[in-house]
Every structure is written in C-alpha cells, then in structure tokens.
C-alpha cells in the first residue's frame, strides 16, 4: 500500500518499528487501560502502549505475525497480564473479542464499552514483504500468493490466470489505480495464450515492464501488486467492515487511529470519520491527515505515503 505499502521499518533485535510510532502514541493518550490494537503486526504499536501503562488486545490476521510477537513479548519480558493476542481478521472484530472468555470477564462486551482506544495500522508488514515464500514484493522471487490469511483459497497466482481482460483491466484501474490498465490487461491475457507462465513475482513483473517504463522512484509492477494484494485480501471491504464495528466498542473521550497506505484506504477512513461525527458519535482530530516528517522518510522511505487519522469518541 504506499507503494508496496509497507507500514515498519526496522529496528533493535531484529524487530521492526511502525511508522508514525510517536504520532499514534501522543494521540492514544495512554492511561491504565485497555486498547485494540487491530493490526499487531510485529507488535510494534502493542509494546510501546504496554511500556507507557495500557493493555493491549493485539489482532492479526497472520498466524506467523502472532507467533513471532508472542516470542518477542517473553524475550523482553512484557507482563502476561497487560496483553491478549487472537489470531483473525479486523472485519470480525466483535465476534473475535466475544469469543474470548476471558475478555468477556473482564466486561469487554455488552451495551457499555471498556476499549480506552483502537489503532489500525493498514498494509502489509516488512516482515511479509521480506518472506519470499508469502508473494508480496516484486523484489522477492517467490509464488505469486500474497495470501495475509494463509487459510484463503484465492491467491494472486489464481487471479492473474484466470480473469479476462475485462476483468483484469477493472482490477488494475479500480484497485490499483494504473493508468495503463487497459494495456497491462492485455499483454497478460495474449502472453497466457501463447503459453507465457505467470507463476512467481519475477514472470508477473517481467511481463509488467515489457509495457510500463519506470518513472521516478517506483517500480513499475507496484500498482499492479498493490491491486492484487488488496483483491486478494479483500481488504477495502475489511476495512469499512472493521470500521463499523469499532466505533462501538470505544469508551468516550477513546480515539480511533487509522494509518492508511493508499488514496482507496484514506478515502474510505475519511469517509466514514465524517459519517460518525454527522451522527453525533464523536469528533473528527484531523481536519487534515498527519503525515510523517521528513527525517522519518529519509529514516525510512517506506513511510512516505502514510496518512494517519483520528477521531474521538463522544
């Protein structure tokens, strides 16, 4: 998501740092409480909510995400009873948390909320971009997956083999934003049927500089796998879906905090800030988005398109 969408950067022991790290915890005005993390990633958001006296309920949608943040937690030492990790996707936020007995125990069900803040840090981790094997990153040669839930059926692969042009130029042009859509779809469908293999980042941005020249700093497949990615992982719709059900479970005064990737996230999230506040449920912080520093993108390059929101509760 900007541009490869990529939300970490790395930092001490291996582990990554997320963008906009100091925007989101000044925002979050952390107290003795508990706080949604809705993307836990490596875990980054999580620890430093913890280390400034919060709670955290960590959400991800990748079983190796958790598994790693589980490792990291003993290795520094973070308190057991000052986090909870479930494995699944935002979109299922309430039956997630529901399902959890000893969430419910601690009354973070029902008509009154017990969520002191959320935070949505959109797109998809270094980590995953840096595992050939998961098909994120033209830069990796690996199989064209890009499956965050690994449980999906439909991979990358499955979409470029199989749609039409039609349906391949709506994929490019709607989720990508590519301005040479049309011919991109068509170069893919004619190279499939002289018997081209599109199985692996490499064929899939092979075929994609045969039409696109680079321009500037990005690769000219970048578009293309942002649009699979996001087709793939269902995410737009994810979003709106992980949206409507936060805003219900946040305690008043308790922020909402999204960090988009992307114009197609950004819109969806200001859109929607914008309904809640004309429905009296609150108010909207950013009249404009925050955006990172310069010396965080030169830090970080990765960081440049990110757009951070947030909106308060009423």
């Not at 809705?38 to 190796?64: A, F, N, S, Y």
């Not at 000219?220 to 995410?235: C, G, H, M, S």
């Not at 955006?291 to 509760?313: C, D, G, H, Q, Y």
Request: glycine residues 8%.
């Amino acid at each position: 998501m900007g541009m490869e969408g990529h939300k970490t950067l790395s930092g001490s022991k291996g582990y990554h740092r997320s963008v906009l790290l100091k925007e989101v915890l000044g925002a979050l005005n952390i107290r003795d409480a508990w706080y949604l993390d809705c993307t836990l990633g490596d875990g980054g958001h999580t620890i430093e909510i913890i280390k400034r006296g919060g709670k955290v309920v960590g959400i991800d949608v990748d079983p190796q995400a958790l598994g790693r943040v589980r490792k990291r937690f003993g290795i520094e030492e973070i308190d057991r009873n000052k986090w909870k990790l479930i494995v699944g996707n935002f979109r299922d936020l309430k039956k997630l948390i529901l399902k959890q007995t000893d969430l419910k125990d601690q009354k973070f069900a029902g008509a009154k909320s017990y969520l002191a803040g959320a935070i949505f840090d959109l797109g998809v981790s270094s980590l995953q971009l840096e595992t050939p094997s998961r098909g994120f990153s033209f830069s990796k040669i690996g199989p064209l997956d890009m499956r965050m839930d690994p449980t999906l059926e439909v991979r990358a692969l499955d979409l470029i083999n199989a749609g039409g042009r039609k349906q391949l130029y709506e994929l490019f042009k709607n989720l990508g934003e590519e301005k040479y859509s049309k011919r991109l779809a068509d170069h893919m469908v004619s190279a499939r049927q002289v018997g081209v293999k599109i199985e692996t980042t490499k064929d899939l941005a092979d075929l994609v500089e045969q039409v696109v020249r680079k321009h500037g700093r990005l690769h000219p497949a970048t578009k293309i796998f942002q649009a699979l990615r996001i087709a793939v992982n269902d995410e737009l719709n994810a979003l709106k879906e992980g949206l409507d059900q936060v805003i219900s479970l946040i305690d008043k005064n308790g922020h909402i905090i999204v960090i988009s990737f992307h114009s197609l996230e950004d819109r969806i999230v200001k859109e929607t800030f914008r309904a809640w506040s004309a429905q009296g449920w609150g108010q909207i912080l950013t009249k404009k988005p925050i955006v990172p520093t310069l010396e965080e993108i030169n830090i970080n390059p990765r960081a440049r398109s990110a757009k951070m929101r947030v909106f308060e509760r009423s």
